[in-house]
């Protein structure tokens, strides 16, 4: 959604992740579920969980 920012991967803070690591953090087979933490707006957090295709 328009103005989230994506903080962690999985658990994992995204500040100071490696490009790398990020990237095998996302590694997700069809059909799993990716969780991603992010900071809405007006400051909250929320677990937006992914389904991979």
Request: aromatic share 2%; glycine share 12%.
């Amino acid at each position: 959604m328009a103005g989230q920012k994506a903080i962690a991967i999985d658990g994992f803070k995204i500040s100071g992740c490696s490009a790398r690591k990020a990237k095998l953090l996302m590694g997700r087979e069809a059909g799993q579920i990716l969780p991603l933490l992010v900071k809405n707006p007006d400051g909250s957090e929320q677990v937006i969980n992914i389904s991979v295709e």
